[in-house]
């Protein structure tokens, strides 16, 4: 069998206020070009099709059209999306009716019936060329802490072993439905031990970073692990089927040098044969100016004079994006002028301006651009307002309470 995995497009999302719309439309129009191209029998979404719970009509649409080419071009292709923390479970769930009838599963939060989950929506054949089934796939959503059941205080971290719990439950259902010769996949959206995070793009998920699920999550009877939520794709614990197959698309100025790809994964019968990675395409390039840390005006000025030209019939949405570090001894209100008058008929274009102050007896090379409200997590808010008011070091269980707190604010927001 032949599976394609891929995650976290984040549909709507904006770069500093500038629309992604076309540069998501190329991914998705590569993307089915791939899926035709090397015959793959099955799509594996691990979560985050959207940038928020209340996507706009335009990334919506793009969902629906990219759902409907795919069953056109693709009509034996097996479909399974799961939800991810900045989905709206309830909103990716909404067109089961239709998406069933296309045969497409999508399992935006996990089902409970008669308050136990649901295992039947969470466990999916997949068939192979020949129509046979080839591979039963458990598809875990992200979990919120709401979805857990209540594990006893001997047994560990209560979070940690409630999603341990939730998972051996659904991959205890996919072995008992398998035969022999049919493989064991698994899908989530989970936050990995030992696994790197993109600060600026990524939300700390599952009450934060203490709450990293271990790699045993996944036995070694599951011969692959489709991943969502880490922007940068990467192996976890070393093996080789346990996957973060990363977002298509830089989704912050910090991701500009990630290898964006999906992983074209290969099955021989019940086993793992091969993980390959398909790079998607760059359409829009990333610029610095300087290439790190900040430079004076004057030099600044400098580096972007010889910044190409625009060319013409480039359309817009094609032209770099350029983020510009100065380093000022005191404040200089006409700095964006000034940078946006020597960008003129320049092909970037620019979307963030960090000025770096170089006061209180700092030399240039101590410069460093400050970050912005916008790039700090809550948690960073949280962090900086306890220690400007309190002494004492943060507890975790303090830590713990506020991201319980923060993520019912965000549940209540879907």
Same mark, same amino acid.
């Given at each position: 069998?032949?599976?394609?995995?891929?995650?976290?497009?984040?549909?709507?999302?904006?770069?500093?206020?500038?629309?992604?719309? /076309?540069?998501?439309?190329?991914?998705?129009?590569?993307?089915?070009?791939?899926?035709?191209?090397?015959?793959?029998?099955?799509?594996?979404?691990?979560?985050?099709?959207?940038?928020?719970?209340?996507?706009?009509?335009?990334?919506? /649409?793009?969902?629906?059209?990219?759902?409907?080419?795919?069953?056109?071009?693709?009509?034996?292709?097996?479909?399974?999306?799961?939800?991810?923390?900045?989905?709206?479970?309830?909103?990716?769930?909404?067109?089961?009716?239709?998406?069933?009838?296309?045969?497409?599963?999508?399992?935006?939060?996990? &089902?409970?019936?008669?308050?136990?989950?649901?295992?039947?929506?969470?466990?999916?054949?997949?068939?192979?060329?020949?129509?046979?089934?080839?591979?039963?796939?458990?598809? *875990?959503?992200?979990?919120?802490?709401?979805?857990?059941?209540?594990?006893?205080?001997?047994?560990?971290?209560?979070?940690?072993?409630?999603?341990?719990?939730?998972? /051996?439950?659904?991959?205890?259902?996919?072995?008992?439905?398998?035969?022999?010769?049919?493989?064991?996949?698994?899908?989530?959206?989970?936050?990995?031990?030992?696994?790197?995070?993109?600060?600026?793009?990524?939300?700390?998920?599952?009450?934060?970073?203490?709450?990293?699920?271990? *790699?045993?999550?996944?036995?070694?009877?599951?011969?692959?692990?489709?991943?969502?939520?880490?922007?940068?794709?990467?192996?976890?614990?070393?093996?080789?089927?346990?996957?973060?197959?990363?977002?298509?698309?830089?989704?912050?100025?910090?991701?500009?040098?990630?290898?964006?790809?999906?992983?074209?994964?290969?099955?021989?019968?019940?086993?793992?044969?091969?993980?390959?990675?398909?790079?998607?395409?760059?359409?829009?390039?990333?610029?610095? @100016?300087?290439?790190?840390?900040?430079?004076?005006?004057?030099?600044?000025?400098?580096?972007?004079?010889?910044?190409?030209?625009?060319?013409?019939?480039?359309?817009?949405?094609?032209?770099?994006?350029?983020?510009?570090? *100065?380093?000022? &001894?005191?404040?200089? &209100?006409?700095?964006?002028?000034?940078?946006?008058?020597?960008?003129?008929?320049?092909?970037?274009?620019? @979307?963030?301006?960090?000025?770096?102050?170089?006061?209180?007896?700092?030399?240039?090379?101590?410069?460093?651009?400050?970050?912005?409200?916008?790039?700090?997590? &809550?948690?960073?808010?949280?962090?900086?307002?306890?220690?400007?008011?309190?002494?004492?070091?943060?507890?975790?269980?303090?830590?713990?309470?506020?991201?319980?707190?923060?993520?019912?604010?965000?549940?209540?927001?879907?």
């Amino acid at each position: 069998m032949r599976l394609l995995h891929t995650s976290d497009w984040h549909l709507g999302h904006t770069l500093y206020d500038t629309s992604r719309e /076309a540069e998501h439309a190329a991914f998705l129009e590569w993307l089915l070009d791939t899926l035709e191209s090397h015959k793959v029998d099955a799509l594996l979404v691990a979560g985050d099709i959207f940038d928020t719970a209340n996507p706009s009509a335009e990334a919506q /649409a793009a969902w629906y059209r990219f759902v409907a080419q795919a069953r056109i071009r693709c009509p034996k292709l097996d479909v399974v999306v799961i939800g991810g923390n900045h989905d709206s479970a309830a909103r990716l769930d909404a067109p089961d009716p239709l998406f069933a009838a296309l045969d497409v599963r999508v399992v935006g939060g996990l &089902p409970k019936a008669g308050g136990s989950v649901d295992l039947e929506r969470l466990l999916v054949p997949l068939k192979n060329a020949q129509g046979k089934v080839g591979a039963w796939v458990a598809a *875990v959503p992200y979990l919120r802490p709401a979805d857990l059941p209540l594990v006893s205080e001997e047994a560990g971290d209560k979070l940690i072993e409630g999603v341990r719990s939730v998972y /051996a439950e659904v991959l205890e259902g996919a072995r008992a439905k398998r035969k022999p010769g049919q493989a064991l996949v698994a899908m989530g959206h989970c936050y990995m031990v030992g696994t790197e995070l993109s600060a600026l793009s990524e939300r700390k998920i599952l009450g934060g970073n203490q709450h990293a699920l271990p *790699v045993e999550l996944f036995p070694e009877d599951v011969v692959y692990a489709a991943l969502g939520h880490l922007h940068k794709a990467q192996r976890v614990g070393g093996r080789e089927g346990v996957r973060y197959s990363g977002s298509p698309i830089p989704l912050s100025l910090s991701e500009a040098s990630y290898a964006h790809q999906v992983l074209l994964v290969e099955l021989d019968g019940a086993q793992l044969s091969s993980v390959r990675p398909l790079h998607v395409p760059r359409r829009v390039e990333i610029e610095r @100016v300087p290439k790190r840390d900040a430079a004076t005006l004057d030099d600044v000025v400098q580096m972007l004079e010889a910044l190409p030209p625009l060319e013409e019939g480039t359309p817009d949405w094609r032209r770099p994006y350029l983020e510009v570090c *100065v380093a000022l &001894p005191r404040p200089e &209100p006409a700095l964006r002028r000034r940078v946006e008058a020597v960008l003129e008929g320049k092909a970037a274009r620019l @979307v963030k301006l960090t000025p770096a102050y170089t006061g209180s007896g700092h030399t240039l090379a101590e410069a460093r651009p400050g970050v912005s409200l916008k790039e700090r997590t &809550p948690e960073d808010v949280f962090r900086a307002r306890y220690a400007r008011d309190y002494t004492e070091p943060l507890e975790p269980a303090l830590l713990e309470a506020f991201h319980a707190l923060l993520t019912q604010v965000q549940e209540d927001a879907s």
